[in-house]
């Protein structure tokens, strides 16, 4: 099998960890791409190991292993999304929803993968068409698209419609529009609801709403969104997945709906989205921490 290997560029619990998983595989006789600037992390010349340009890395393989925190994995996800390729994630962060392999566990879960005992869960990306006057840009987000007011020091004024229908006009620090995947992440902070991945479903959440009477709502993801930007100041932006920010300065409007295609994570036997929960957010402890 040939697998990528997706690091993050600045992530130093990488040079720690890398060497021990790239060993792992070889022993293992897997065929590994990584990107030029692994060198940084990890020196290892061997017939099994590739440098290459990262954005050919999605192409030449089978699978992508993205290694370090949720961030990590949501960039190579972007990477993979339309190649229909699964990808997996090792993490070495903190709070992490996306990736159940830590470094305790690789060994037991990389074989598994390997010997072909996992499955491929599908979750569903949200896709923003972004009218400008003198073009249109497409984005692609697996937790959400966030309207942020930038420097505004007021709330700002954002006028929403579904299904080509007046909706309502958000008066707040921002708004939130996210997958059930991307609903444990933005999207609760600011007090949005937890839901399955199995559901059909997009969430809106307003951030620090002025009204008591603007809550979060969830519609069905076969529901088409639309932002009127036309009032929107200079310094407000569509930020995509917490990773990449677009000036809505010069924006029309933004339509967000389900895309055509969906994120495939590997899943392994016993790992549900219930238990990662549960074990994220210390649900179900008892005073003794059991």
């Not at 339309?82 to 090792?90: D, E, R």
Request: net charge neutral; aromatic share 8%; charged share 20%.
């Amino acid at each position: 099998m040939k697998i990528g290997l997706h690091l993050h560029p600045h992530y130093k619990t990488i040079s720690k960890s890398l060497p021990e998983i790239v060993a792992f595989l070889i022993s293992k006789n897997q065929q590994l791409l990584m990107p030029e600037f692994a060198r940084h992390y990890i020196r290892i010349e061997n017939s099994l190991v590739e440098y290459v340009a990262a954005e050919k890395i999605p192409e030449m393989v089978d699978a992508m292993f993205s290694i370090g925190g949720d961030g990590s994995f949501l960039g190579a996800s972007r990477q993979m999304a339309k190649t229909g390729k699964p990808v997996l994630g090792i993490h070495l962060g903190g709070l992490g929803f996306l990736s159940d392999i830590s470094m305790e566990n690789y060994k037991e879960r990389l074989t598994a993968f390997l010997e072909g005992d996992y499955t491929v869960e599908e979750r569903s990306v949200l896709n923003a068409e972004v009218i400008f006057a003198d073009r249109k840009e497409t984005y692609f987000a697996f937790n959400d698209f966030v309207i942020d007011k930038g420097h505004v020091l007021t709330m700002i004024k954002i006028r929403t419609y579904v299904d080509d229908g007046y909706f309502n006009t958000y008066r707040s620090d921002g708004l939130i529009i996210a997958t059930p995947t991307g609903s444990t992440a933005y999207s609760l902070s600011a007090g949005g609801p937890i839901i399955s991945p199995r559901l059909n479903v997009i969430v809106i959440s307003p951030i620090c709403p002025h009204s008591l009477s603007a809550r979060p709502v969830i519609l069905s993801d076969n529901q088409t969104i639309r932002i009127d930007c036309t009032e929107l100041n200079s310094d407000v932006s569509l930020i995509i997945d917490g990773q990449n920010r677009v000036p809505l300065g010069k924006a029309d409007n933004i339509t967000i709906h389900k895309a055509d295609f969906s994120l495939k994570i590997v899943r392994f036997k016993g790992d549900t989205f219930f238990e990662t929960l549960r074990l994220k957010m210390n649900w179900g402890l008892d005073v003794r921490g059991n």
